[in-house]
């Protein structure tokens, strides 16, 4: 343990509930359903060099099943919403507030 960092505190037993009922969340990755988000789906071979230039991460070093968050922008740089991107072994999922779908299409 290092030394410079405090000890973990200890759970009660309603958190340590939680964190055994959601430990796959916790310590990996999983999907929870959001009915006030929206998905968008983007394939095809330069999915990640188009989205590259449209959001403020580097969706081009996301290897599949991995995600990071980053902001959809105008071609002036300004922003019109948060993201997440969830990238695949042949697809992208762009999770959003379901209003920018319209617009993305």
Avoid: Q
């Avoid at 990996?28 to 330069?46: K, N, Q, T, V």
């Avoid at 993201?83 to 992208?92: G, K, Q, R, S, T």
């Amino acid at each position: 343990r290092d030394a410079s960092r405090p000890p973990a505190p200890i759970l009660n037993a309603c958190e340590n509930r939680f964190a055994m009922d959601n430990l796959p969340l916790v310590s990996s990755c999983g999907f929870l359903s959001l009915p006030g988000r929206g998905l968008f789906r983007i394939r095809g071979a330069e999915r990640a060099a188009f989205l590259h230039g449209l959001v403020t991460n580097d969706i081009k070093k996301l290897t599949p099943n991995t995600g990071c968050h980053c902001a959809w922008l105008t071609p002036k740089g300004k922003m019109l919403a948060d993201l997440c991107v969830l990238a695949f072994e042949d697809h992208i999922l762009l999770d959003c507030v379901p209003s920018l779908i319209p617009r993305m299409k």
